[in-house]
């Protein structure tokens, strides 16, 4: 079964502080992994793939197979990148399984 | 052109009513998607549609949730004699493709209270 674990359910960080969401999964394949954001009052929308290997707003996500991991950072947090972040697993093109999300508070 | 657009956005449901959801995709969007979000916890997979085809309903708790997209457009998730437990935000998303890895775009949500 596939499976998607955010170990932090709040985070908080000083504006200009490196961030990093942590997001580990399970599964026996090779997944597509995906991080989407949700903004105040706003749809959820997508960040970043793992597959383009792109840089968004500033976040980064590696693809750690042996630890079955794909966090998101970034170097430098913005206030506006205060949001609820989930992380997100696709084995095809059917459904994906989300984690239970992150609120990344970034305070001034 | 516009978004995923969901209607009602919100709706007060006394228990045992039944329910309708409406999902608008966008023009030309093969795949379709709905979700439910419990309070805190993340989109949990109901079932997906490619063109009319529903190709995977594992994700509906039970038989009185259906859901149909007869036209390969427009779907409505509808939910039979609600229970509270039923009460969460029903998310609709669409895909261009149904390739794997292909952006889903999600609408707003319809917020279901069951009372």
């Known amino acids: 079964a596939q499976r998607v674990t955010q170990p932090e359910k709040l985070l908080s960080v000083f504006k200009g502080a490196p961030v990093e969401l942590k997001c580990n999964y399970s599964y026996s394949g090779s997944p597509e992994l995906f991080w989407y954001v949700q903004y105040s009052r706003q749809r959820l929308q997508l960040l970043l793939r793992h597959i383009s290997r792109e840089s968004i707003k500033g976040f980064t996500a590696d693809l750690n197979k042996g630890e079955t991991s794909f966090h998101l950072k970034k170097p430098f947090a913005q206030e506006e990148d205060s949001a609820m972040y989930y992380c997100a697993l696709s084995p095809d093109a059917g459904k994906s399984t989300f984690g239970d999300g992150t609120t990344l508070t970034v305070k001034p | 052109g516009a978004g995923v657009s969901q209607s009602p956005r919100y709706k007060v449901a006394k228990r045992g009513q039944d329910v309708a959801l409406r999902c608008d995709p966008i023009?030309?969007?093969?795949?379709l998607f709905w979700y439910q979000q419990a309070l805190g916890q993340g989109p949990e997979f109901l079932t997906y549609?490619?063109?009319?085809?529903?190709?995977?309903k594992s994700g509906l708790p039970s038989d009185r949730f259906f859901a149909e997209r007869p036209e390969g457009s427009v779907s409505t998730l509808k939910i039979q004699r609600t229970q509270q437990e039923d009460s969460a935000v029903y998310l609709c998303?669409?895909?261009?493709?149904?390739?794997?890895?292909?952006?889903?775009?999600f609408g707003e949500g319809s917020w279901l209270t069951v009372v």
């Open positions: 023009s030309g969007h093969v795949s």
């Open positions: 998303a669409s895909s261009s493709t149904g390739f794997s890895g292909n952006t889903i775009y």
């Open positions: 549609f490619q063109n009319e085809a529903q190709l995977d």
